[in-house]
């Protein structure tokens, strides 16, 4: 190669050459590869300041090359860059725009290298970056929680089994509950970010490189800790973004079923919830609509990111070592997720604080009704009947209330009697609150260890913060 202003020009180019048109537009990724673009060029800065100071090119060829892909990184984010399609990927791209800048030093950047190595490299830096934005919005949506939480501290609701009012439970309680989930989640994008934190590049095509390389010099100026073991490995593994596509489907599948509470609630068959107005859509049709669009679309959009974890896992099934071009298929998924998690993950954070908690219609929902049942049992329990028994005789008082189309409150101690000799006046006294502080138990919703789990809550955030 020696023309340097006519090497990136179509019919020259690298891949331009000979390819049927079809088959260039069938295989042509820079449309959206073109996002990896910063990646791509500090893995390219990396590698020329690596490939000079080993003395494998010119030192002078070295910095032309960093001065050139720093200019072409301005001009991209300037809008300026010209992406050309014949070029097919992100990679061609940059490399052909570098060598009309500068000529033969730059057509030096691509040894000791193989655009195989480089896209692992590219594709890992960014999963390393989402995860950590992953991190970060999950953290968010923890701490909305916890804000819903105090801001109804004391608040009471019916906790529920099979969707049916099971006990009573302090909303904050409830709210907790998704704050282990996202804990969680938070651990498995860590891991995911662990996974993804290995250099592949100086894996070359798949068996190394013939070059004195400095991987170690490399991995540190891109952030890596520590260079993969493996060439074949290195080229061919897309390991670390299943991880990533796992954490987000389950993180997606936490944020929807929230969601599915939020849609619940809110309708007048609850009436727990108020969604605020402008996280709400109106109906062009019927004028009474508040409608939970957001949490819908959550839910429906986990769906998609489920669908982006099976697209990776079967396009990596059948393949053979070591690289193979189905991988450039780990792209679209990848960002597509990216798409829909983060911004899920920021709305939902927005939002939740702005719900306001019907506290007497949620607090009736958990007073009224056989909710106490098993505190009545409990009760007996208390008097020295084994549990089994006390269970027996207090379905048969449920039974009876229910039949007379009343309330275990609405009972007279006498027709409590009628179960049991056990009870006292104070069975009568029983109610939500009761029940809920009788579960004074590590991880119960007694007010006292939820109060303490807000404590713990907080102090966890700070500290991962
Ligand atoms: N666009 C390609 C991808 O995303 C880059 C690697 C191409 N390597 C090759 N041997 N054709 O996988």
Known sequence: MNGTMEEGKGAQSPTAKGLDRRALDYSASVGYDRRLYAYDIAGSVAHARMLGAQGIIPADDATQIVRGLEEIRDEIEDGKFQW???????????????????????????????????????????????????????RGLQRALV??????????MPGYTHLQRAQPVLFAHHLLAYFEMLDRDAARFSGAHG????????????????????????????????????SIDAVSDRDFAVDFHAAAATTMMHVSRLSEEIIVWSSDEFGFLRLPDDFATGSSIMPQKRNPDIAELARGRTGRVYGNLMALLTMLKGLPLAYNRDLQEDKQPLFDTVDVLLPTLEVMAAMLPRLSLDAGRAASAADGGYLLATDV?????????????????????????????????????????????????????????????????????????????????????????
């Open 84 to 138: 050309r399609d014949d070029l097919e990927d992100v990679h061609l791209n940059i490399e052909v725009a570098l060598r009309e800048r500068i000529g033969d030093a730059g057509a030096r950047l691509h040894t000791a290298r193989s655009r195989n190595d480089q896209v692992a490299t590219d594709v890992r830096l960014f999963v390393m970056d989402s995860c950590d934005r992953a991190v970060d919005g999950v």
């Open 147 to 156: 804000g819903l939480a105090e801001a109804n501290a004391g608040a009471v």
């Open 195 to 230: 996974h993804a934190d290995e250099l592949p590049l100086g894996s070359g095509a798949l068996a190394g490189v013939p070059y004195p390389i400095d991987r170690e010099s490399v991995a540190r100026e891109l952030g890596f800790s520590r260079v993969s073991r493996n």
């Open 377 to 465: 049992a409990d009760y007996l329990v208390g008097k020295g009947m084994p549990f089994r028994d006390a269970h027996q005789a207090v379905a048969e008082l449920v039974r009876y209330a229910a039949d007379q189309d009343k309330p275990l409150a609405d009972l007279t101690l006498d027709e409590y009697r009628r179960f049991s000799p056990q009870f006292q006046e104070d069975v009568l006294s029983l109610d939500a609150r009761s029940s809920i502080d009788a579960r004074d138990v590590p991880g119960g919703t007694a007010s006292g260890r939820v109060a303490q789990a807000l404590d713990e809550a907080k102090k966890r955030l700070d500290g991962a913060a």
